[in-house]
């Protein structure tokens, strides 16, 4: 806008223009302040772990391996160097084989129990109470059950990880079904939806935030328990079962390159997977978890 020679300007700027710096340098600090806290994240429980393996090693007198010793021992395993009579690559690879199957058995039983359940009351009176009791029983527990069913082999850690994982998903996927409203369904039904439509677009779009929800748990569950049905039914390969063996020849090192291994991936399948598929599920379908 021009202005008449000697008079002063005293129009405003466009309010774009004055907040852009302002938004600009609020997300650069935002973005500081998580990269800082991702680095804390990760620094403090290493120093941590630092303090505890100078503080045994001296106190004991037993080489707890440090941070630093841990990584040199991933090297040379990634490198190539045997663990417990094979490379570390089998060993993953076995365990991830094995909780992959009993993990897919968990979940495919899981949500098609949690569907049913959620959709006929009989159902639920009739089989709830049975899975909650095993929601109860400890991981561990199903040894001497696997065990007997399946001797000591691959299998019984494939029926542990699945019997460890099943329980919350059906009763999240259950919980998920009976929390879509009964509005919805009878506008679909008023719009002449039929009952594979009131499935497949209102019911199982409806309990996906809590069917998510307990395919997150039942992972963790099933996670842990591989590697503890590892250790003690172990068929000579798998992280659980080298961790339990390095013990006989003090490679604690190579325990705690095993142990890493499992707290990266399963941070990866938590946290780069499960949560973002249920943040992405969640907005699509315009859901809102329910707490």
Request: with cysteine.
């Amino acid at each position: 806008m021009s202005t008449s020679p000697g008079k002063a300007d005293f129009s405003l700027p466009p309010a774009g223009a004055a907040a852009a710096p302002v938004l600009r340098a609020a997300r650069q600090r935002q973005s500081l302040s998580g990269a800082l806290i991702a680095v804390a994240s990760v620094a403090i429980p290493l120093a941590i772990w630092w303090g505890v393996a100078v503080l045994v090693t001296h106190m004991r007198g037993v080489p707890f391996p440090t941070p630093l010793d841990t990584y040199r021992r991933l090297v040379a395993l990634l490198q190539g160097k045997l663990l417990v009579d094979f490379t570390i690559y089998r060993h993953l690879g076995d365990s991830l084989r094995r909780w992959a199957i009993g993990f897919s058995l968990a979940v495919g039983l899981g949500i098609v129990s949690g569907l049913l359940f959620g959709w006929s009351r009989l159902l639920e009176r009739l089989s709830m109470p049975a899975v909650t009791v095993l929601q109860l029983i400890p991981g561990l527990a199903w040894i001497p059950v696997g065990i007997l069913l399946f001797g000591i082999s691959e299998r019984t850690t494939v029926f542990m990880i699945a019997a460890t994982a099943l329980a919350p998903i059906v009763i999240n996927t259950t919980a998920g079904v009976k929390g879509v409203s009964e509005l919805l369904l009878r506008a679909a039904k008023m719009m002449g939806a039929d009952g594979r439509t009131l499935f497949l677009r209102v019911l199982l779009p409806g309990s996906l935030p809590h069917l998510l929800s307990g395919i997150r748990v039942g992972f963790a569950n099933g996670w842990r328990v591989l590697v503890a049905g590892e250790m003690v039914v172990g068929t000579a390969t798998g992280l659980g079962y080298s961790m339990i063996q390095a013990r006989w020849n003090l490679d604690y090192a190579g325990a705690f390159v095993c142990i890493a291994i499992i707290c990266i991936i399963g941070l990866i399948v938590e946290r780069g997977l499960l949560l973002p598929l249920e943040r992405r599920t969640i907005d699509r379908w315009g859901l809102a978890r329910t707490t």
